[in-house]
């Protein structure tokens, strides 16, 4: 059984700095992993895509979020971590963290979301 689990979340003023992190448990069920990312969610609002990071460690991000966040992974230790600097009051979400991954030599690819951690930045 795959389980994410975030941690790093908090209350930062606009302007300061907060690093996520995404740790995945049940290697045994990870054979290989295809993808992390992150995605969030605003009261009221859908899930939005933020970044992510391929398995060749291609990074991607959202428009809104480019030069500001950095995804990086540990593909060592199945992490990713999303460090978030010039933090904007609409940054306030719960941060979701995903991975794709296979448990076997080009089986099906399988999606894990985490529980989510709240970010609130505040004016």
């Known amino acids: 059984q795959v389980q994410l689990v975030e941690s790093g979340g908090g209350l930062v003023q606009a302007g300061g700095s907060l690093k996520l992190s995404c740790a995945a448990s049940g290697s045994g069920s990870i054979f290989s992993v295809e993808a992390m990312g992150w995605y969030r969610q605003a009261p009221g609002k859908q899930r939005e895509w933020v970044a992510d990071?391929?398995?060749?460690?291609?990074?991607k991000y959202a428009d809104s979020v480019k030069d500001r966040f950095t995804i990086s992974r540990d593909n060592a230790k199945n992490t990713v971590s999303l460090q978030m600097n010039s933090l904007k009051p609409e940054d306030t979400a719960v941060y979701y963290c995903k991975m794709l991954s296979r448990k076997r030599l080009e089986g099906p690819i399988f999606t894990y979301w985490g529980q989510g951690t709240q970010v609130t930045v505040s004016t």
């Open positions: 990071v391929s398995g060749g460690g291609t990074t």
